[in-house]
């Protein structure tokens, strides 16, 4: 695949892309569907918001600018893969939450049950009482203890 665009870091940090003559610092990369389809549909956005360039699926760009756009991503983005719920204090809202994510163990205060939200099936986003959101892509893959904790608050 052809870009008619370049993609680097300027000097202050930020992703800058050059098309032709233009250079257009301060790009941000936005993920069109982040749970669903995080690597298909990205955009390059100029700090106005104007759409600089569209990436069909991030597999398509040369390795080193997909590398500047995950790392970009992954700055931005924090939204933690739930692993395995380790105990819930109480079945009644709020509860407190210990779980082990894809980025180490954590805990924190489920404020109620209609925090726990059905993204496209099976997906599920939990979100806590500090607004971060939680992931679980598919709770028929938990472990048993953890999939009967989470089905009490269903």
């Known amino acids: 695949m052809h870009l008619d665009y370049t993609l680097t870091r300027n000097a202050f940090g930020q992703l800058e892309l050059r098309r032709g003559d ?3 610092p301060g790009v941000t990369a936005v993920r069109a569907f982040p749970i ?4 298909h549909g990205l955009s390059l956005v100029s700090p ?5 360039a569209w990436i069909h699926h991030l597999s398509e760009l040369p390795a080193e600018m997909r590398a500047l756009i995950e790392a970009e991503l992954a700055g931005r983005e924090f939204m933690p893969t739930i692993r395995r719920i380790c105990s819930v204090s109480s079945f ?3 509860s407190t939450w210990e779980v082990d994510t894809d980025r180490g163990p954590t805990r924190f205060v489920l404020k109620g049950e209609d925090d726990i939200r059905r993204m496209a ?3 599920l986003l939990i979100s806590d ?7 679980i892509r598919n709770p028929a893959e938990l472990d048993k203890a953890s999939r009967k904790l989470l089905d009490r608050f269903l």
Do not use: K, N, R
């Open 48 to 52: 106005d918001g104007h759409e600089l």
């Open 121 to 123: 099936a099976p997906v």
């Open 92 to 94: 009644a809202t709020p």
């Open 36 to 39: 669903g389809a995080p690597e």
């Open 129 to 135: 009482s500090h607004g971060i959101h939680y992931l």
């Open 22 to 24: 233009a250079v257009y």
